[in-house]
């Protein structure tokens, strides 16, 4: 059965720290792992990776993809209040989509 | 703004009663997802539709269908409500049905539903 495990699940840090976000997969016909932010509202679509070793950035988060290990890791540097959220991880399996529960990121100011 | 509508925003019903949920995908694409979330269960997959056609099924009770028209919109029917249907329905829509060239997907503000 296809299982997604993120860790940690919850996290407080203070604004300027460095986070990074653990996603672990097992799933058949594995495609592509995303990372999304959810607020109090809609998940928002962060990164897709399909390949091993090369890390998507944006701004200050950034992601690597380990297909031989099976996990991926979301790291956050110089964290703000605003990067406060649920981050989910889904790597989608043929058709299905299977969600991480999520790790909940609270930055301090 | 992804670009996926969702109607109503919020949904107060009784139990036994039927609800539909509507979903206009972005533009131009194919794919529709439904999920639901509720405070216990995290982000769960129920269904999705390619272009018309049902492509796979999650955890989706019996009680719910739904359906993708062909001017793309869906809807998600959930009948014989009970309390524990109360939760936030989301559509999300992506470019392709997945296989080879899998697509993010994109999620629309949700539909808060609850069941009293």
């Known amino acids: 059965e296809d299982k997604v495990v993120q860790s940690p699940l919850s996290l407080v840090v203070h604004e300027g720290d460095t986070v990074t976000l653990n996603c672990s997969y097992e799933?058949?016909?594995?495609?592509?792992l995303l990372w999304y932010k959810q607020e109090k509202k809609a998940p928002t679509f962060l990164f897709m990776l399909?390949?091993?070793?090369i890390e998507k950035k944006s701004g200050r988060l950034s992601s690597i993809l380990d297909k031989k290990e099976l996990f991926s890791i979301l790291n956050i540097t110089a964290t703000q209040t605003g990067d406060s959220a649920v981050y989910l991880c889904?790597?989608?399996?043929?058709?299905?989509?299977?969600f991480g529960a999520g790790t909940r990121l609270f930055v301090k100011a | 703004d992804s670009g996926v509508t969702q109607t109503p925003k919020h949904l107060i019903t009784a139990t036994g009663q039927r609800v539909t949920l509507r979903c206009s995908p972005r533009?131009?694409?194919?794919?529709v997802y439904w999920y639901q979330q509720s405070l216990d269960q995290g982000l769960q997959f129920l269904i999705q539709?390619?272009?018309?056609?049902?492509?796979a099924k999650g955890n989706i009770l019996e009680r719910f269908s739904a359906q993708q028209f062909p001017d793309l919109h869906s809807e998600l029917n959930l009948s014989s409500l009970e309390l524990g249907d109360s939760a936030l329905y989301f559509c999300?829509?992506?470019?392709?049905?997945?296989?080879?060239?899998?697509?993010?997907?994109?999620f629309g503000p949700g539909t808060r539903l609850t069941v009293l």
């Open positions: 999300a829509s992506s470019v392709s049905s997945g296989g080879a060239k899998y697509n993010e997907q994109f």
């Open positions: 799933v058949t016909n594995f495609r592509s």
């Open positions: 399909t390949s091993s070793g």
């Open positions: 889904a790597p989608p399996g043929g058709f299905k989509t299977i």
């Open positions: 533009s131009g694409d194919l794919s």
């Open positions: 539709y390619y272009n018309g056609e049902e492509r």
